[in-house]
């Protein structure tokens, strides 16, 4: 159950992290405005813990996928870290993207019920 | 409440949750959590109570995901294994149970001592959890309440008048039912012997109001409680007893006083209210208008309506009062009405005794854990080498305390199968011995899962408490420490050890001293208790309870000439002397009461003083010795014409003081010439209440008042008189088959029953502060026999240089004795600052008794010293070559 740290580089992402993705994908953005766009884009009153984002965003950084902007803070004290999507990100967050889509086309295939609230 | 000081609680909470990531995840994000977890709270979904209870939900479940994970990462990265992890700890787990199965010695002695702890204080607080805090077994039991009609001028007034209690169901509304009861007792008879029923006339509405339905069969209606028609409803016990548990037994026919009684329901196992009820009577409605507020014999008990609460009861309540009052100005004068929760009615005083018990148990934990506490100690310095060298290896402090803090739980955990194990066998053998000094004892009760958590938590919360000591120590490990221990030397901390455990062993000995002191005051007060005179010559006199059938002797005369006939059988007896019946035993507080009037000195009613009053027949004051001071006793077959009264010496010195109260008329009414009684003797006091002096008290002939159940005494000519109970069974049989005889038992005995509840205590705490002082005993003997251990070697030098050995083994004394001495005093303090707590429950002794201080002093001297004494002498067999070729 510890080993799969070790190959982080490999290891899938998890929903937090193609999230944060998703969101820098739009644009640099400051960690709590991430989380309240993961927030309104799942909608259904969900909410997003701050640790498990600030745990995502150590994750992506230390794999290369993002960066915090330096200096960035601006005007806004309160506004903290400020985060930009590398290219690295980019392309993983493509590959992702269409491993889900593959997921999909299969899942369509097999008839297996994704609806509005599909699970 | 401001909105500021809400935020500050509220991120200051936050923020110790943050403590649950790791150091280096906290350190980088610490800022950018709080700001969101600020921001998230101006969020309009997480304003108010809800909004901010599912804030923190979301806050805590977050914190406690992240940071589990994030440690997990942490360590898998950082390192291959040994970490907090649960299979880390699984792994130290067994190697410290290995560890401690090399150790048998400490293991045992932890286990047991812990053990015991736990043990004695799950059983204080079973008993606790069953008297105290379990709800009575009626449905919405907090909802009872018992109402007593209390007189201003009389304490001891609280039974209520039938027509006060129709006023107050009529004129208030706090009440969903209020019912009455009166209680009596029964003779019933049939197949087999007679049986003495407990029966109570309740109103109709009783069962309702109690919220019990009867298991088979109907409660009685209004209807026939009003007609009085003959109906019953028996108890699960009666029903067992005379029907075998058949359901024929509803419709049929009981025989009470030698009238029948339809059976028209029976009520559920265990409900038994009030006072071990065996049957349930309608109790017909007292319609008298004055009478009915005259006679004050009943008992009431309401349901409150939900959300009334019983203040707001007594309000109610009060405002009825004044009206009575006004009404009645005679009979009312004075009278009031105060609601008790049933539970606290029923608990009454006796509540607490459990809690001085509580405390008691506290400290005899206490005492354990330091006991533990300071083996553990010793333990962790043999084992500063091992605990060095892993810190020389790279374990961090946190892991070292984390390894003392897993050896302390798993003791901890045999400790509670120990401690449970003992408290259920402790449970039963407390109430075997409190009997009726434990209130709901008899009550159903399965030992309760929060008993059960209970001793848990205690064992858990004792591990913790006695591990902090090693954490502390293997906090301060230094280097040099380190290296000492290292090289296989003495490490300077020895001695700061050898002061810890005693300044453990102190705190051990001054419990010891205070749970002692505390024993000894409630053995003096029971011995106090016992030693007091009661006015009559107890010993050697035999008691039991008679009921005669009502309906055989309707008239007072019969009573009486039954009375006067069994007394002569009685007599008879080859080796009784003398025999005699009372209403009221000797020691009874619960006896019956009138008021005194006195010819010639008219007092409006309300003002009239109560007396004691005790009908019994020709010969009983003479068997139980009450002297008589002045004038005549009366005999058999009186009175002839003129009614008579004995009084007593408190009665005559506070009525006639200064006059002869012989000749006088008392307890009649003015508009009744023949209700008059002459004093026509004074006899000596006799004690209802042992720890109060005697009150006015007066004793009048059977044939003058009509009293159907009666206490028997006979007087054994020599010999034990339990001897003689088949024969005055007997007798009293041959004179009246229907009579049931119930509670054959010494006078003794019986006056005993008076001092169960400080008994129980007494007992109890003895038991207590017992192994409290043998707990310490074996921290004294262990801290000495470490000292000796220790310090072998300077021993033998000194020996070698030519000290005596008694001067040796003196000098180890000595110091524990110091120590003692240092406990005795801050005993002292602390017994004399807590000892105000048990003033009230103690009798004939203050709390700070002198000479209980000084014995329990002596007592953990003497103690001290014997305990040391072993080490002691260990010290003075050092070998001086031995113990210096050894180092």
Redesign the interface.
Known sequence: MTSHAHAADQAPLSAVAIEVLLTLAEGEQHGYAIKRHIETRLGDGYVQGSGSLYQALQRLERRGLIAEVPGAAGGDARRGRVYTLRPEGRRTLATELGRMRRVLAHARRQRIAIGPEGS | MSSTRRLDVGRRIFALLLRG?PPA?RA??R???I???D??RDRP?FRGVIGGLRLWR??V???A???W??R??Q???SSSGAGFGPAAALAETRQIIRGLARRPGFALVAILTLGLGVGATTTVFAVIDRVLLTPLPYPDADRLVRVYELERANADAQMVAYGNYADLAAQTDAFEQLAIWAYNSHALTGDGPARQLRTRETSANFGQTMGVRPARGRWFNDDEARQGVPVIVIGHSLWQEAFGGLDTAVGRTLQLDAAPYEIVGVMPEGFDFPSRADAWIPLAPVVDPVGSRQRHRHNMVGRLRVGVTPAAAREQMDVVAARLEQAFPDLNKGNYFEPRLLLDDVVANRGASLVVLAGAVTALLLIACVNIASLSLAHAVSRTRDLALRAALGASTRRLAWLVTIEMTVLAAAGSVVGLVCSTLGVRAVLALGGTAIPRADEVAAVSGRVFLFAVGVSLLCALAVSLLPILRSRRLTTTETAGALRGGRSSSTRSVVQGRRVLVGAQLTLAFVLAVGAGLFLQSYSRLQAVETGVDATGVLTMNVQLPGGKYPESAQVARFMDDLVERLEAIPGIERAGVTLTPPVNANGWYNTLTIRDRPVPRADRPPISYVVAGAGYLETVRVPLIAGRLYGPGEPRGEMIAVINEAAAARHWPGEDPIGQQILGSADDEASWARVIGVVGNVRQDLTREAAPEVYVPVAQDRVLGFVVVARAASGDPMSLSRAVEEAIGQAEPDAPVTRAMSLDERIGLNVAQPRFTAALVSMLAGLAVLLAATGVFGVVSYTVAQRRREFGIRIAMGATRSRVAGQVLREGIAVAGAAILAGAVISRLVGGAVADMLFGVTPADPSVYLLVGLTILVVTAAAGLAPARRAMSADPLTVLRDD
Do not use: K, M, N
């Open positions: 990531y995840f980088r994000y800022e950018d959590l700001d969101a977890f921001r998230d979904e979301h806050v479940g977050d914190v995901h992240t940071g994970s994030e997990r990462d360590r898998a990265a």
